[in-house]
């Protein structure tokens, strides 16, 4: 069973992986700067985590991948945040 969970965590670790490189190649071609970096996000996320999380601004593909590997979560700022190994402020 382990095996089992093991290959099949791996196997949507690739796919993840693989929307993330689509993306990046489909993100290159957009000319709106705002669509690609989403500083509105990243402006919304830093203050509603201000007292938990050291925020880093995260990209539309990187938000892809995060989306993808976290299927099962909210995927609210805080769950971003963790996903996306930032640092935790204690």
Do not use: K, S, Y
Request: overall charge positive; glycine content about 4%.
């Amino acid at each position: 069973f382990i095996v089992l969970c093991l290959a099949l965590v791996t196997g949507q670790d690739r796919d993840c992986d693989e929307l993330t490189r689509r993306c990046e190649t489909c993100v290159r071609q957009l000319n709106n700067e705002n669509d690609r970096r989403m500083p509105t996000l990243n402006r919304e996320c830093r203050a509603r985590t201000r007292r938990t999380w050291r925020w880093r601004d995260v990209g539309r593909c990187e938000l892809t991948r995060l989306n993808c590997l976290g299927w099962n979560r909210r995927m609210n700022c805080a769950d971003i945040a963790e996903l996306a190994g930032m640092e935790r402020i204690r």
